[in-house]
């Protein structure tokens, strides 16, 4: 250890050359805040004859025994007064660990607000700390986040973002928030992933779909293709137009109402039977076409489009009888009175309870073709026609009401709900 020598040594034949820490105090390494003890420690002072004396009880310190310590002390200093006010010295060095305080998020990310799905972003965060000391210090680079920086933000709202840094066994935290949000597009132009989106918001209270979208509104989408399972005829890969068919009108399966019914503009390219044999019994409910629009036609929706559709409540006559049966289903062919507004060939009775949608309240709007761009043919209601035990409702290729027997081909046109 370095000495330091303050004033000529004496005039005697015998004076001091120096003082040294000679034994360590038995405590060197200190915590923020805890106090200098020097107990253990031994100072000597060598002399000019080469011999040396303790002098520790002579000695003083500073900072004085007793005192709080952080962490800009890295020594204490030593002094012994010889005669004539002649002064030595010498340190001892010591390590003392800062205790952290507190941290604080000085400057926000420089993105706040995201839309869903989006991943969080902390460029231009800054996290400073607060030291027991009162020193404080730039630590971003060595913090953590939850969730953590990359993460892909699912949550509607103002999405909390905790911060976290430890040092020396002591964490502490701060928070700020993002807000998270939907994008809004329109029923044409988004993405299926957006549509989503927006329908997952609006499921969750966060939006009206009803602000932004309206009855007559249009879609493209491309159906996967369609075996022929549980019915006569398979279906190639084909894009239909999707139309936005009215507002609400329809109880989904967890009570709520719905936001649109989603039908199609026109009927697939592909014709096909309500049931394999000319007979209605059981209507709807047990009609081979409804199995067939629940799994077939449903799993040819896109992935990303597929969750949009709710499970809705259709009613419909039980076939021939004036009975009905309420049946649950994601995709179902429209009634007689859904088209029409009123009842030709269908059970008025067992319909008395639905009304016609918007769109169809337009009467061009009932003619349908072969794909959308083929010709007009007749499409297939879910109403089985009243008075007879063999046959369904139908709508003409000219757009007026009619029946026929379950095992003719029509051309198929269902609607789902949001």
């Known amino acids: 250890m370095a000495l330091t020598v303050k004033g000529p040594g ?28 020097a107990a253990g420690i031994v100072v000597v002072a060598t002399w000019s004859n080469n011999t040396e004396t303790d002098i520790t009880a002579e000695c003083s310190f500073s900072p004085a025994e007793g005192t709080a310590l952080y962490e800009n002390s890295t020594s204490f200093d030593i002094t012994w007064e010889w005669k004539h006010n002649i002064v030595y010295s010498c340190k001892q060095e010591i390590s003392v660990a800062r205790v952290l305080d507190s941290i604080a998020v000085t400057t926000n990310p420089t993105k706040t607000t995201y839309y869903k799905d989006e991943t969080l972003d902390l460029s231009g965060l800054k996290v400073t700390a607060t030291f027991t000391s009162g020193l404080t210090e730039d630590v971003t680079g060595s913090c953590s986040s939850s969730p953590a920086a990359g993460s892909a933000l699912s949550s509607y709202g103002d ?63 491309s159906l996967a293709a369609m075996a022929a399972t549980g019915v006569g005829e398979s279906h190639s890969a084909q894009n239909v ?16 109402t719905c936001s649109f019914i989603v039908g199609l503009k026109n009927g697939l390219a592909t014709t096909g ?49 004036t009975g009905t ?48 761009s083929g010709s007009a043919s007749g499409w297939w209601e879910r109403s089985p026609n009243s008075g007879t035990s063999t046959g369904f409702c139908r709508v003409s290729s000219d757009g007026s009401a009619g029946g026929n027997g379950a095992s003719n081909t029509r051309l198929l046109a269902p609607f789902g709900c949001i």
């Open 10 to 37: 004496g005039g005697s034949s015998k004076f001091p050359t120096g003082i040294y820490v000679k034994t360590p105090p038995a405590k060197v390494s200190y915590t923020a805040g805890e106090t200098l003890s």
């Open 159 to 221: 999405v909390a973002v905790t911060v976290s840094y430890a040092e020396n066994g002591v964490t502490k935290t701060a928070s700020f928030s993002v807000t998270v949000t939907v994008k809004i597009v329109t029923w044409a132009g988004g993405t299926d992933a957006e549509i989503a989106n927006m329908v997952a918001a609006a499921d969750a209270g966060v939006i009206n779909l009803q602000d932004y979208w309206a009855v007559g509104q249009e879609r493209s989408v």
């Open 241 to 256: 137009t999707m139309v936005l068919m009215n507002k609400g009108g329809k109880t989904l399966a967890n009570g709520k």
């Open 273 to 321: 039977y309500m049931n394999s044999t000319n007979t209605n019994s059981g209507g709807w409910e047990s009609c081979a076409r409804r199995t067939w629009c629940n799994n077939v036609f449903r799993n040819a929706i896109p992935s990303a489009l597929r969750g949009i559709f709710k499970q809705h409540k259709n009613v419909t006559a039980n076939g021939s009888s």
């Open 325 to 372: 049966t309420t049946s649950t289903d994601y995709f179902a062919l429209p009634a007689e009175k859904e088209v029409f507004g009123s009842v030709t060939y269908a059970n008025a009775t067992a319909e008395t309870s639905l009304t016609q949608f918007e769109y169809y309240k337009t009467t061009a709007n009932r003619v349908k073709n072969a794909g959308d």
